[in-house]
């Protein structure tokens, strides 16, 4: 599995430095890739996030002043959230990739699966992952489970190249940085996550309004959905959780895209550690969002059942009903919280 040379230093603009990678890192192998090539498909993880919209916006308009074509698609339209952010119109909702490309592209994806699209293993795949969970599916696989975000990768393959970080890029990095710490509160954040934040900023990335974006620019829906979802929060000792059903979200007009960040409300109790969040899909199955504040890995509990992600952040999709999910995810939890005690005992 590649990884990256953390005792290798890039110089970036107006001081600082970020981590970067030795020559055999896959970092050569992806920019001479993207140097010989001239067509590219670039694609993330169905369900939308931050980083996965950030990056792939920010890789297509690398490609872009490269000199190549891009095509950035997407299983599912992009969630209003991050319909503001630069160039976003020109991700295309598709099912199936036709067509032959140079190299298909796919950020933070563990697997062809998680990309919800057809047809991608007829391509040249690259491989850029950052989850604790990514695996090396791709002719080439460049994981790095210390970068902040996917988007700390992009730039790092944006300087590698030589092209200019242009404003537009840089706002749609800084948002990936933004969004995948939690606004700089996960476990991942550290020196060089500010120094990354910086560059991005002196870059032309408005910290200000891309922060009045994410955080202060909800839909009615999706506060009616909070408030329907708090009216049924459970704690035990330091764990919490919530839930909607399917109902809920017809009655308040919700998106799947509503339910994020919900479970971050229970998980900012006092005195509480980890916390999951479960909405009911239309197939009867039901989604987990699990959050820790660093003791929990709630990566290596939703990779057990078939999910993935960070240590403080991760996801998974179990057979319903809700309340047998409840129960498997209170396992998981009690267990792992359980462990954590007797090991400071």
Known sequence: MSGVNRAAKLPVENGGSLPASSDADPIAKIRQVLETGGRFLVCSHARFDGDAVGSTLALGMLLKAMGKRADLVSAEPIPHLYRRLPGAHTIRTASEIRGHYDA??????????????????????????????????????????????????????????????????????????????????????????????????????????????????????????????????????RLTWLWVTQQDMVRTCAAPEDCEGIVNIALGIEGVEAAFFLRELHEGRVRVSLRSKGEVNVAAIASRLGGGGHENAAGCTLDGPLPRAVQEILSELRGALAGVTAASA
Request: glycine share 8%.
């Open 104 to 237: 298909a592209i796919l950020l933070e994806c563990d697997s062809l699966e998680r990309t919800g699209l057809r047809g991608l293993s007829r391509q040249f795949l690259v491989n850029i992952d950052h989850h604790i969970t990514g695996q090396p599916f791709a002719q080439i696989n460049w994981i790095d489970r210390e970068a902040v975000s996917t988007g700390e990768m992009v730039y790092r393959l944006v300087r590698a190249t030589g092209a200019r970080l242009t404003p537009d890029m840089a706002a749609c990095l800084y948002t990936t940085v933004l969004t995948d710490t939690g606004g700089f509160c996960y476990g991942s954040v550290r020196e060089s996550t500010f120094v990354l934040a910086r560059e991005l900023v002196l870059a032309g990335a408005d910290p200000i309004a891309i922060a009045q974006q994410m955080y202060f620019s909800l839909p009615a829906s999706k506060v009616l959905l909070l408030g329907t979802a708090l009216r049924r929060l459970k704690r035990e000792g």
